[in-house]
């Protein structure tokens, strides 16, 4: 299984599948990561810790921990 975590920077990938319970896959709804959505990896912080992505055409920033839960093909 392949996550959005293993992603390098400068690739394009599909989300397959969110994983997680309630409150942490909802969160990640509401960020508009949903199944079938296409997410560019920007870039990554010098620690590793947020990520930078462009999602339906806006920039967000999420954490490795949150990049686990979403499964990618």
């Known amino acids: ?16 599948k969110l994983h ?16 079938g959505v296409e997410i560019y990896v920007r870039k990554v912080a010098p620690l590793g ?5 462009n999602v339906r055409g806006y920039e967000l920033s999420v954490r490795k921990s949150e990049a686990e839960e979403i499964e990618v093909q």
């Open 1 to 16: 299984m392949k996550t959005l975590k293993d992603v390098p920077v400068g690739e394009t990938v599909t989300v397959k």
């Open 20 to 35: 997680g319970d309630g409150a942490i896959k909802r969160r990640i709804m509401d960020m508009g990561i949903t199944k």
């Open 49 to 53: 810790d947020p990520m930078e992505l």
